[in-house]
């Protein structure tokens, strides 16, 4: 990439401290001329050979100033070794008019053909650098033009002592790869010109876009940090989109990273974007939507990596434990299936939650090998209880980022047949806030997956934004009510959500699922309100399989 680094032959004339740099040069190419004229002398005489050392300073003139430079440099260099320099000193010899005006000749013939060949040079730099300044493709202006605003918004402050304050918020698009399968790669272009319409919108003149790679655009805001707090978070729902593209409406799954200038210690424009694109890349990690750089991040990281390093033989050596809790048919109180969920068990024979390590192993990639571990182990369960007598369905939660794995859609057809089963005997449940991250891929794989039989359940429904026009397009058969609404369904507007959540849910023709349900009031309200089936502690709570088996012999509907 072209940097700053080297001299730019026409930009060193530009900017701020110009005058100063021209006028600097212009002394030194004096000196350096009169001092050439002064070894002339001093060495006996234009007759000897060092006369010929003029075409350096003439060269430096011609580089620094092209043409013009050239040929003053040589103008002035004729005339210092012209009329009033001897041929021979010590013989106080003069030289003949033709003699210095010929050589006067010579020289000014290469300053200003040198001039010529630096100015095409120039010319042909400053071309490069126009076409570094923006994208080829999106016309957009690129990360060399955000490193050149940075610098002279540093120098301007540097300058002016003024407080300058901008911050950078990177945006990357999560979802470039499925968008470009979904609408080819012809309309990507079209895509980051929309977010970026969008971004620069949420701007307001106050900042300016820049594309710093094929998925990613940095906003360059001057502006408070309230402000940008605000603009961050409006940054995120504006790419979000939907936008309009090659008659397909899409959605934009967006990290953003953001950092400042000067509350960052580096105070250089390359720092300042690598830093920014770092906290991007966190956000995206962490499958958050806004990070910003922060040293404390890295010690979490740390903690992280300990952990991790034990999960991944934990996974491998069967040491996981699956606890299973009942959902219940809310009218006439039958077990209609089970939820599995995830335990570790630590050396003191207490159990890590699932809270506390699905989403580092989200991050990591380890998520793709636990997933199917507890696919498996559940329907290993099931095939156990099947070969007692107890036939039930079991659900399966499963993460975001197992749309991502390659191997998952064969996996899951593959145990499929291997354990022979019947439709709606493994059920996956993906939260809501999955859905929207990938919709594109997130439809393929369900749909697809739901052909075979693999029934779908929206998790902690009523957390995220999905669209319904979206939904409708899924095969889900079920909605699963997230259960801050309903463990405290009195609760200021919760009952309402709920209402509405079970008459949406009907109205699209799917099943309604209330998690949480710990009181048998919170269970008659649900009732009253159509509620199809419940789950939650005051029915049962999560329980080995051994025991849920025992509670099941025991359990005799109450409705
Ligand atoms: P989830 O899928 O929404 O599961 C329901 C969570 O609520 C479970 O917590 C369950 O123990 C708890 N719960 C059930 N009834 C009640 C109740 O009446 N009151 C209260 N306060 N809580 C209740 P758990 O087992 O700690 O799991 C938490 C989350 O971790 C799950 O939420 C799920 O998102 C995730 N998880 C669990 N197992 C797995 C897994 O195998 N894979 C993945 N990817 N995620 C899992
Ligand atoms: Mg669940
Ligand atoms: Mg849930």
């Known amino acids: 990439m072209l940097s700053g680094q080297i001299p730019n032959l026409v930009e060193w004339r530009r900017g701020p401290g110009a005058t100063r740099r021209v006028l600097l040069a212009a002394l030194l190419l004096t000196t350096a001329i009169v001092g050439v004229g002064a070894v002339v002398y001093s060495t006996g005489g234009t007759a000897y050979t060092w006369p010929y050392l003029m075409i350096l300073p003439i060269l430096v003139a011609a580089a620094l100033f092209q043409v013009t430079g050239g040929v003053v440099a040589a103008l002035a260099g004729g005339l210092v070794l012209g009329p009033f320099m001897p041929l021979e000193v010590s013989e106080g010899m003069t030289q003949s008019t033709p003699n210095w005006l010929l050589r006067m000749g010579v020289l000014v013939g290469i300053g200003a053909f040198a001039g010529l060949l630096f100015s095409i040079v120039a010319r042909q730099m400053t071309r490069l650098q126009e076409y570094a300044r923006v994208d080829p493709q999106t016309g957009?202006?690129?990360?060399y033009a955000l490193e050149q605003a940075l610098t002279q918004l540093m120098v301007a402050g540097e300058n002016s002592r003024s407080d300058v304050r901008c911050y950078l918020l990177a945006v990357y698009i999560n979802n470039y790869g499925s968008i470009t399968t979904l609408l080819g790669p012809d309309n990507t272009t079209g895509l980051i010109r929309s977010v970026a319409r969008e971004l620069d919108g949420l701007a307001e003149g106050r900042g300016k876009i820049f594309q710093t790679g094929t998925d990613q655009l940095v906003l360059l805001l001057q502006t408070n940090r309230r402000e940008v707090l605000r603009s961050a978070r409006e940054a995120i729902a504006a790419a979000q989109g939907p936008h309009r593209i090659g008659g397909e409406q899409v959605y934009v799954d967006v990290h953003v990273g953001a950092a400042a200038y000067p509350f960052h210690e580096a105070d250089e424009p390359v720092m300042l974007i690598r830093k920014v694109k770092a906290a991007m890349f966190l956000a995206r990690e962490q499958d958050r939507a806004y990070a910003t750089y922060d040293r404390s991040l890295d010690e979490a990281g740390q903690r992280q990596s300990t952990l991790l390093g034990k999960l991944r033989p934990a996974i491998e050596s069967n040491r996981l434990e699956l606890?299973?809790?009942?959902?219940?048919?809310?009218?006439?109180?039958?077990?209609v299936g089970v939820e599995a969920l995830v335990r570790w068990p630590r050396g003191d024979g207490s159990l890590t939650p699932p809270g506390e390590f699905i989403p580092p192993a989200e991050q990591s990639g380890l998520i793709h090998p636990l997933t199917r571990w507890v696919i498996e182990a559940a329907l290993e369960q099931q095939a156990l209880w099947r070969s007692r007598g107890i036939g039930l369905a079991v659900a399966v939660n499963i993460s975001p980022r197992n749309f991502g794995d390659e191997e998952f859609l064969p996996f899951v057809r593959e145990v499929f047949h291997d354990y022979n089963l019947a439709p709606g005997d493994l059920e996956l449940e993906?939260?809501?806030?999955?859905?929207?991250?990938n919709p594109g891929q997130v439809a393929r794989i369900v749909n697809e997956l739901a052909e075979l039989g693999i029934a779908f359940s929206i998790d902690d429904f009523g957390t995220g934004y999905s669209s319904l026009a979206y939904l409708e397009q899924l095969s889900v058969e079920t909605l699963k009510i997230d259960q801050t609404f309903v463990r405290q369904i009195e609760g200021p507007g919760n009952a309402p959500i709920v209402r509405g959540s079970i008459l949406l849910a009907h109205s699209l023709g799917l099943k309604v699922v209330a998690e949480g349900i710990?009181?048998?009031?919170?269970?008659?309200t649900l009732r009253?309100?159509?509620?199809?089936?419940?789950?939650?502690y005051g029915f049962c709570r999560p329980q080995p399989a051994a025991k849920l088996e025992q509670w099941l012999t025991d359990y005799r509907p109450l409705h």
């Open 518 to 524: 710990e009181t048998d009031a919170v269970a008659d």
């Open 430 to 437: 993906i939260t809501e806030n999955a859905l929207m991250r």
């Open 140 to 143: 957009l202006p690129s990360e």
């Open 528 to 536: 009253e309100m159509d509620c199809d089936v419940g789950q939650g």
């Open 323 to 335: 606890h299973y809790q009942p959902k219940l048919d809310m009218e006439s109180g039958e077990v």
